[in-house]
T-cell receptor, first 115, second 112 residues
Framework: NAGVTQTPKFQVLKTGQSMTLQCAQD?????MSWYRQDPGMGLRLIHY???????DQGEVPNGYNVSRSTTEDFPLRLLSAAPSQTSVYFC??????????????FGSGTQLSVL | GQNIDQPTEMTATEGAIVQINCTYQ??????LFWYQQHAGEAPTFLSY????GLEEKGRFSSFLSRSKGYSYLLLKELQMKDSASYLC?????????????FGKGTSLLVTP
């Protein structure tokens, strides 16, 4: 049972490069989200989606794009990487996108360094 | 806006009881979650409260007072493996449904 799969696990970028962090879930969850985690800052919500075709901004959306063309996939795009985007990124999914009491399942994280 | 506060660090002794507090001020409230995160790992779900009162689940209990914007996580019979970060998160209504925002987490160290 795969759950939430994030790739890659580690990535080093140069300033200005672009890349996509992949997230896929096999639990048929409607709700998917991206967080970044920095020392002393906790988990901060970047973007989220309550279902295919619907996305919304979280607390720190600038510099990131998302799309949700299928239920399973929710990629996070960095169009022009900056050193401030060095962080650990977590993807998370939950059941029933418009319900509020469903716990989130997290992927194993992507450690991104921007030089 | 969202404001979720927790103590940064706590230390407790193996076998003891520890209470981790969380206060919140959010625009709307749909429920409060507690997650555990061991170093280098992803967060995992511990508990959920939407009504006032205490929810008990084994050694872990979580309390909520919506009128006070306050919750706590109670860990009993502490074990060394309980050394981890404990994250308080609040679910709030949003344009498209709801969003889950986290506090900065409380790092708990359990000592022998």
């Amino acid at each position: 049972n795969a759950g939430v799969t994030q790739t890659p696990k580690f990535q080093v970028l140069k300033t200005g490069q672009s890349m996509t962090l992949q997230c896929a879930q096999d639990m048929n969850h409607e709700y998917m989200s991206w967080y970044r985690q920095d020392p002393g800052m906790g988990l901060r919500l970047i973007h989220y989606s309550v279902g295919a075709g619907i996305t919304d901004q979280g607390e720190v959306p600038n510099g990131y794009n998302v799309s949700r063309s299928t239920t399973e996939d929710f990629p996070l795009r960095l169009l022009s990487a900056a050193p401030s985007q060095t962080s650990v990124y977590f993807c998370a999914s939950g059941d029933r996108g418009r319900a509020t009491n469903e716990k989130l399942f997290f992927g194993s994280g992507t450690q991104l360094s921007v030089l | 806006g969202q404001n979720i506060d927790q103590p940064t660090e706590m230390t407790a002794t193996e076998g003891a009881i520890v209470q981790i507090n969380c206060t919140y001020q959010t625009s709307g409230f749909n429920g409060l979650f507690w997650y555990q995160q061991h170093a280098g790992e992803a967060p995992t779900f511990l508990s959920y409260n939407v009504l006032d009162g205490l929810e008990e689940k084994g050694r872990f209990s979580s309390f909520l007072s919506r009128s006070k914007g306050y919750s706590y996580l109670l860990l009993k019979e502490l074990q060394m493996k309980d050394s981890a970060s404990y994250l308080c998160a609040v679910s709030s209504p949003s344009n498209s449904g709801y969003a889950l925002n986290f506090g900065k987490g409380t790092s708990l160290l359990v000592t022998p």
